[in-house]
């Protein structure tokens, strides 16, 4: 009897204790929704650089607490395809933050894709030690360096020792952290690529539990058309045995206005078949790209930009050259459709640079100075709504320079779509942007707010929350965000960035035993 008291006594006790625990932070009232659960007004109490605890009411005493009554309380934002290497390893350590990302909510980007992934992932991720970064990031290794360490630009196929040799660039980084396999087939020298030479180094990413992760070979009318090109992406998955996520998802162009309920159908029908295919996508009509990669066609691009230049002067070419390139302007919406976004002509249409000239012969003049980066205005809405409402489509930014969507896209996808023409939940918003990508890629305890899993958290004001950043004025940052805690420390706090660099290179794990 005196002993069945006495253990009763130690329970209470260890209540008493536990109720009493302290912890850094609670993110207090705020309406939480978790990532993958209905949402709820609750709170969060963060432990170091992991979450506690997440529950109506809960009893912490906390060195911090955060008033979030009114506001989102979410997983940070994860990024599937962000073209922000260059950035993470800068020498300003405040471009290092990546404020774009942070006061939109955003804690995870995945760099290297579209073929453009440096080969040493040990490098890339080992960078953020060195160089302290905003946000967390995770790296694909690209078949853009693979092929041109190998092949160089030329346009042919890899001789076998050729091919074994990029094999083991991609078995070396995926063995080093990385992702998986990102391509950018539309991009020379990678267009110069047959599939089966994707497929062939698709396998040794998947035998290691990698991702295929591509921008298509075409998202128009240029080469096979975006309904094969989406056939290939799902054929290497099939192949190679890999899950396949395809880049930006799009119908580029006049040709191809319309095709995004076909597309989605030949998607879904390789889902149905039990493969794991998804999308990202980013929330505006315009795409990014230069002016050499939305007008030259790929064989004058064979040998590089010094070739091409030859080919400008060669007058046997002249004929074919400038007929290719003016159909590929027809394409994409015609000279008005082109917003040149760097260099001499920055903030002109091509239509405004040609004046009454020829527009092809003004394109050729400006990419003899230099290849400039270009906005291009060819999707139409109904297709971005459609894509937009599949459950497999995930948030994203494609975040390059000249184009808004760095700074905007996230904030930009809820206050047009969600709050605006309601054609996405506030559930579904957040889901995409986080446990979906967290689960499509393997990012290990990030994208949701549970006990354990990395305190990755963004917390923003949906009244206001919205993007800033337009077409003219593309740096500007979003509004709306209250605060962000990145592996636990605050990153953003009363809107503002704390100027912490909290962020970490992530490492996938490669499959036990695929690495030896
Ligand atoms: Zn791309």
Not at 150 to 156: L, N, S, T, Y
Not at 286 to 292: F, K, M, P, R
Not at 349 to 375: F, H, K, M, Q, Y
Not at 396 to 423: I, N, Q, T
Request: hydrophobic share 45%; proline share 4%.
């Amino acid at each position: 009897m005196k002993l069945k008291w006495i253990a009763l006594l130690l329970a209470c006790t260890a209540s008493v204790a536990a109720a009493q625990e302290r912890v850094d932070l609670i993110v207090r009232g705020g309406t939480i929704y978790t990532g993958s659960d209905a949402p709820f007004v609750g709170d969060v109490a963060v432990s170091g650089d992991r979450i506690r605890a997440v529950g109506r009411r809960l009893n912490y005493r906390a060195a911090r607490i955060v008033d979030a009554r009114g506001m989102i309380v979410a997983p940070g934002f994860i990024d599937p395809h962000a073209h922000l290497g260059e950035q993470l390893a800068s020498n300003d350590a405040r471009a290092r933050l990546i404020p774009a990302f942070l006061m939109q909510g955003v804690t995870t980007a995945l760099i290297g894709n579209d073929g453009g992934g440096e080969a040493d992932v040990a490098a890339v991720l080992g960078r953020a030690r060195t160089h302290p970064v905003g946000i967390n990031y995770a790296a694909y290794v690209g078949f853009g360096p693979v092929r041109r360490a190998v092949i160089g630009e030329a346009d042919r196929a890899p001789t076998p020792e050729e091919l074994a040799r990029m094999r083991r660039l991609v078995a070396t980084a995926m063995c080093q952290g990385a992702l998986g396999l990102s391509t950018g087939l539309f991009y020379a020298p990678q267009s110069f690529a047959r599939t089966d030479e994707v497929v062939a180094l698709a396998r040794e990413a998947a035998s290691r539990g990698g991702v295929y992760d591509s921008h298509l070979r075409d998202e128009s009318s240029y080469s096979i058309g975006l309904a094969a090109a989406v056939d290939e992406a799902i054929a290497v998955g099939r192949e190679a045995g890999l899950p396949v996520n395809i880049s930006h998802i799009k119908a580029l162009g006049v040709d191809v206005h319309g095709q995004a309920p076909a597309i989605i159908a030949r998607i879904e029908t390789a889902r149905r078949a039990g493969q794991r295919v998804t999308a990202d996508q980013y929330p505006w009509d315009a795409s990014g790209t230069s002016l050499v990669a939305s007008l030259v066609p790929r064989w004058a691009q064979d040998g590089g930009r010094v070739a091409l230049l030859r080919r400008f002067d060669d007058a046997s070419l002249a004929a074919r050259l400038r007929a290719e390139m003016a159909d590929n302007l027809r394409r994409r919406g015609g000279p008005a459709s082109l917003l040149i976004t760097a260099g001499r002509h920055r903030g002109r249409r091509l239509s405004e640079v040609a004046g009454t000239a020829d527009p092809i012969e003004a394109a050729i003049a400006a990419i003899r100075e230099a290849d400039a980066s270009v906005v291009s205005f060819n999707q139409t809405e109904a297709d971005i709504e459609a894509f937009m409402r599949q459950p497999w489509v995930m948030s994203g930014s494609d975040a390059s320079g000249g184009h808004p969507r760095a700074f905007g896209s996230f904030a930009r996808l809820y206050s047009e779509y969600v709050a605006g023409r309601r054609v996405l939940t506030l559930r579904a918003f957040i889901e995409r942007s986080t446990a979906l990508p967290a689960d499509t890629f393997g990012l290990v305890d990030r994208g949701r707010l549970r006990p354990g899993a990395f305190a990755d958290i963004t917390v923003f004001d949906p009244r206001i929350y919205a993007a800033r950043a337009t077409y003219e004025q593309p740096t500007e940052l979003a509004t709306g965000v209250r605060a962000v805690f990145v592996n636990g420390v605050a990153a953003v706090e009363n809107g503002a960035l704390t100027g912490a660099a909290p962020g970490r290179g992530l490492a996938h794990l490669p499959r036990a035993g695929s690495c030896r």
